[in-house]
Structure formats: structure tokens, C-alpha cells
């Protein structure tokens, strides 16, 4: 008896060392061809995007007071107002073993600025790209409804108007492009105050997720599909962003292998199950036997590991549960017979097997769903924001 329950042990610690390098094998794969993928998503649907408000300024020519000549300054007109409409799609794209969060952007603000200088001005309006890897359809520059001839590189587009005295100019800009995994509204580099300001977001995904230190929204109202959110403030000086990041789908590749590092448990107490009723009954079950029962197991993963990147989740579940429970009851029919096979073996292994690794696949992704403050409307002011609402300290 001694010796079997070491044999048993023995193929069991074996057995388990195969798991632990095929979960091994999994990461390696997973993060490695992240490693080597991302980059080509990125340069494909873009990098994460971070958008800054445009930047007016005009040159103004001052006295040096080294010398007798001039020297130009540049004079930044603040924004009055801001009127923000931002519209955020999700698109997932797999690459390897990795799902990638991708979203198309569609962006159209439009931003007042005053030259409060007692003379005309040629002003120049900057738009910073939010990333320099990164498509742009459909860009526009308006001043007053008026479009103007737009210079660009890598950074941003540039224009030039010039505006009367005491003028009030309205600057719009709106573009289309692609981005990964988050998008970032930033006021600033620093605390920076954010007059009149408005930002509505419309997203066609549920499950939104704000990242810390950033603003939560003032109102929310669901939508088929989505969420209408709303930044509003009237005088706002704060550091933190406007930030939404896309929710990301389960990863099958981190998922098989962390099934597979806890499999040893569940062959344990199948074996411990099989050894028990075998005893009872007096059924003479070699060691051997073990040993092509815990094959039949981790065929279960194998399978797992190269199709979890090709079908749905479920349906592989479902492919590698009927094939490692044919190898068992098929092996068990001729060692010990059809019944012993289905009934004791076959549901021992639907139970520890197949519904212990489906019951570890969902505890996973429920641990890995994205902050409920959105969804049940629990929005927080970050600590560190000053907000004043009519000039009123609040």
C-alpha cells in the first residue's frame, strides 16, 4: 500500500512540474509576443492619446534693455471658454494570446479667445496632437465659421488669424483618429484654471472606467449602449485630467495559465477520489494507470493553451472538456469497466476538472471587471481639485 500511495505521489509531483512549465510556456508566449505586437498596434490604431487645449498667442515686439534694439514676446491669450464634444468607440483587436483595447475618437471643441490688446493682432493658434503616432481624418481649423489654411507636422496644426481690438474669436477644431487603451483630456501641465468649461462624452461601451486623479464626471445618463457623461465647471483650477479608459476584454493567454498552475490541485483530489473508491471496492488500479489518467488532464490544458487564442473562451471549454473526458472514460471502460468509468470517474473529472477550472475562469474575470463608481453614479471629487463656482471658494 505504501509503495503505491509513493508511486502515486511520485507521478504526481511529475505530473504537476508539466503543468508549471506549460503555464510557463504560456506567459512566455503571451508576454513576449506582447512585447513584439504592441508596437505594431500602436503604429496601426495609434497609441494611448493624451489631448491638450489649443494654444493662441501673438509676438509683441519689446525695448532690450542690453542695447538699443528689440527683442519679440510671446503673449499667450488665455481661453475664455471651452466647449467640448468627444465621442469614444470601442473596438477590440487580438493579436497572439492578447486582446487590445482600440477606440476611434471623433473630437470637435470649439474655444474662445480674447485679445484684450488695444490693437490689432496676427494671432497664432497651435492644436497639439494628443499623439504623435496617430491618424488624423477630417481635421478642421475654423475661426468664426471662417476656415483658414492649416500647417501641421508630427505635433499639431497650426493656423494663423488676425483679430481686431478687444475682438473675441472662436476657434474650432474637430478631427477623427484612432487610439489604445485610454484617452486623456489634460487642462495643463500643472494646477491650471479652465474657465467656462464644458466637456460631453458619449461612449457606445458600458463599462466605463476612470483612472486615478482624474476628474469624474458632474452628470451621467445611460444610453443604448453607453453613457452620456458631462464635465462641467466655471471656474476650475485644477491639476488632474478628464480621463476614460477602455475596458479591457479577458485575456485568454494569462488566462490558461494561470489555470494551469492550480491544476495539481484538482488532479490531487481526483486521484485522492479515485484511490479511496478503488480501495473500497477492491479494484486493483496500477500506478500506471494514474499516470495516463493525469495524461488525460493535461490534455485538457494543452488544448486549452492553442485554442484559447483562435474560438471563444466558452467553446473551448466546452472542446477540451469532451476531449479530456473521452480519453478518461474511454481508458477507465477497459481497465476497470463502463461503469466505474462514467459514473465514479466521469463525474469525479467533470466536477474537479472541468468545473473547478470553469469555477477559476470565472472568479477571474469577475476580479478583473473594471470600478463600479461610474456605473452606480458614485462620483468623487479628487481631493487635490479646487473648484470655484461663480468665484466662489467651494
Given amino acids: 500500500m505504501l509503495k503505491r500511495v509513493a508511486a502515486i505521489t511520485f507521478i504526481l509531483a511529475c505530473t504537476s512540474t508539466a503543468w508549471f512549465i506549460l503555464a510557463h510556456t504560456i506567459y512566455s508566449r503571451t508576454y513576449e509576443s506582447n512585447d513584439r505586437l504592441r508596437p505594431g498596434v500602436a503604429s496601426i490604431w495609434g497609441a494611448p492619446q493624451t489631448q491638450r487645449p489649443p494654444i493662441a498667442h ?3 515686439e519689446e525695448p532690450n534693455r542690453v542695447d538699443a534694439g528689440t527683442h519679440h514676446t510671446a503673449v499667450l491669450l488665455p481661453i475664455e471658454s471651452s466647449r467640448i464634444q468627444v465621442g469614444l468607440s470601442l473596438d477590440y483587436r487580438q493579436k497572439g494570446l492578447l ?3 482600440t ?4 473630437f470637435d471643441g470649439a474655444f474662445k479667445f480674447h485679445n484684450a490688446a488695444g490693437e490689432q493682432r496676427l494671432v497664432t493658434l497651435e492644436l497639439p496632437f494628443p499623439a504623435e503616432q496617430a491618424i488624423y481624418d477630417g481635421v478642421v481649423m475654423e475661426v468664426n465659421g471662417r476656415s483658414i489654411p492649416i ?3 508630427k505635433h499639431g496644426a497650426v493656423i494663423a488669424a488676425t483679430l481686431q481690438a478687444d475682438e473675441i474669436a472662436t476657434l474650432r477644431v474637430a478631427y477623427r483618429s ?6 486623456t483630456y489634460k487642462l495643463g501641465d500643472d494646477a491650471t484654471q479652465s474657465r467656462d468649461f464644458q466637456l460631453h462624452m458619449k461612449t457606445d461601451f458600458k463599462k466605463i472606467d476612470f483612472p486615478a486623479n482624474a476628474l469624474s464626471p458632474r452628470a451621467k445618463r445611460e444610453i443604448p449602449g453607453g453613457w452620456d457623461l458631462d464635465w462641467r465647471y466655471s471656474n476650475l483650477i485644477s491639476g488632474f485630467t478628464i480621463s476614460m ?5 479577458l485575456q485568454p493567454g494569462p488566462l490558461a495559465g494561470e489555470i494551469s498552475y492550480f491544476v495539481p ?6 486521484f485522492f477520489l479515485i484511490f479511496v473508491i478503488t480501495t473500497l471496492r477492491e479494484i486493483d488500479l496500477h500506478p500506471m494507470n494514474y499516470f495516463f489518467l493525469a495524461a488525460a488532464f493535461f490534455a485538457f490544458h494543452l488544448l486549452l493553451a492553442y485554442l484559447v487564442d483562435h474560438v471563444s473562451i466558452h467553446i473551448a471549454f466546452a472542446i477540451c472538456s469532451a476531449v479530456s473526458g473521452f480519453l478518461v472514460v474511454s481508458y477507465l471502460r477497459l481497465v476497470i469497466g463502463l461503469r466505474f468509468a462514467v459514473m465514479e470517474a466521469g463525474i469525479a473529472q467533470l466536477i474537479y476538472l472541468v468545473l473547478f477550472s470553469y469555477a477559476f475562469f470565472m472568479a477571474l474575470s469577475r476580479a478583473r471587471k473594471p ?12 481631493a487635490n481639485t479646487t473648484v470655484l463656482e461663480n468665484n466662489i471658494l467651494v
Wanted: proline residues 5%.
Fill in 58 to 60: 501673438f509676438d509683441r
Fill in 99 to 101: 486582446w487590445y483595447s
Fill in 103 to 106: 477606440y476611434v475618437v471623433n
Fill in 151 to 153: 500647417t501641421a507636422d
Fill in 178 to 183: 484612432q487610439g489604445l487603451e485610454s484617452w
Fill in 245 to 249: 479608459t477602455m475596458p479591457e476584454r
Fill in 265 to 270: 490541485v484538482s488532479l490531487l483530489l481526483f
Fill in 371 to 382: 470600478r463600479k463608481q461610474a456605473v452606480f453614479g458614485i462620483f468623487q471629487q479628487p
